[in-house]
């Protein structure tokens, strides 16, 4: 439908400009400049020089003092074969290409040995760990290392008339990767060790995105056998979730970009890098698949702040354009006699 290929031009055109590039700015906005410049306009930037009065920045770059303040702490660390949770996987109940949603087996151990599971991912087992558990992590299971960085971003509470709702930690290698997927929460993502590479692209671009449903699995990892098995959640639970990988092996390269034209020939994602000091704003409902680049010791940590989207016009405009059918779109969940089938998005779903 060229009316919506439109949309994924004017958008970046009106609002974004013609730019693969994120906005930069050199210190934090005020808030009349924050609310007025990015939040009403569901535009992302990326803030310099944000975050460099926290002590995180520089204690946190010591595993003695994260395993001394966190030596009675308990928290969980998620274990995947390749460091892709919340992601598709080949479906173990059915023939390939029949794919899952696959959740990472959770854990929960003392501090130190979750790191040291961590460290282990770089040194060639066959698992990665990630401490990534998204609920309000970083002011319960690691409030120990709560004076280390601020508990809001004052001028973004100030912007959006609240505080936040949840303050995730994150602790990865290189391995970890996030699929794509939204959030409907305003985030602000900080940096601290490490390097963060987002693509983004604007909830205009659902349809690029081959939203199916899956069924959802778990993985369990046998310490006896060193393997995962995958097993499918019963009673069985469906997931509606992007199917596009952005990054393809060179052998799967020309198949994948036959399976998912809207993404590959489409507008390029926007890109960006975030450093240590500096905040991301990822604006609510912005499809985002997240990789790392770790310090000299392997690892990359970062702080996000999760504040409560308005649902206002724009949620209903968004729902409104989602359940438009693209015509000549495969459904990416359907088995491949059944690709020719027009997908029909699911609507009100807050996947993520």
């Known amino acids: 439908m060229r009316e919506i ?20 700015l050199t210190s934090p906005p005020s808030p009349l400049r924050f609310l007025r410049d990015f939040v009403s306009l569901n535009k992302p930037c990326i803030i310099s020089n944000a975050t460099l009065h926290w002590p995180a920045l520089h204690l946190w770059r010591s595993d003695d003092y994260l395993t001394g303040s966190l030596s009675s702490s308990t928290v969980s660390v998620h274990l995947t074969p390749d460091g892709r949770a919340d992601a598709l996987a080949l479906n173990p109940a059915e023939p390939p290409p029949s794919l899952c949603f696959a959740s990472a087996e959770t854990r929960r151990l003392p501090f130190p040995e979750a790191l040291d599971l961590i460290h282990r991912s770089n040194a060639g087992d066959n698992f990665v760990a990630y401490a990534q558990q998204q609920n309000d992590c970083f002011r319960s299971e690691y409030s120990a290392l709560g004076s280390d960085c601020d508990s809001h971003i004052q001028w973004a509470s100030e912007a959006l008339g609240c ?24 985030n602000l993502y900080a940096v601290v060790c490490g390097e963060k590479h987002f ?12 939203i199916g449903e899956y069924p959802a699995a778990q993985y369990l990892y046998s310490e006896e056998t060193g393997e995962f098995k995958l097993e499918l959640e019963e ?8 199917s596009v990988n952005p990054n393809p092996s060179q052998e799967d390269l020309d198949s994948e970009m036959e399976k998912f034209p809207l993404y590959f020939n489409g507008p390029k994602p926007f890109e960006c890098t975030v450093k240590p000091g500096e905040v991301l704003f990822l604006p609510s409902m912005w499809f985002h698949h997240v990789r790392q680049s770790p310090d000299d010791r392997g690892l990359t ?3 996000n702040y999760w504040y409560d989207m308005q649902y206002d016009m724009k949620y209903a405009y968004f729902n409104f354009l989602q359940s438009i059918q693209y015509q000549s779109l495969p459904d990416p969940s359907a088995n491949e006699t059944e690709s020719e089938e027009i997908i029909k998005p699911v609507i009100g779903n807050d996947f993520r």
């Open 301 to 303: 940590i970062a702080v």
């Open 5 to 24: 290929e439109a949309l994924w031009e004017d958008v970046r055109e009106l609002t974004l400009g013609n730019t693969s590039r994120i906005e930069r």
């Open 235 to 242: 009673p069985k639970r469906w997931v509606p979730w992007c």
């Open 163 to 186: 505080l936040p709702e949840a303050v995730n930690l994150w602790i990865g290698t290189h391995w970890s990767e996030t699929s794509f997927h939204k959030d409907h929460y305003e």
């Open 199 to 210: 693509l983004l692209l604007p909830p205009t671009d659902v349809h690029r995105m081959y």
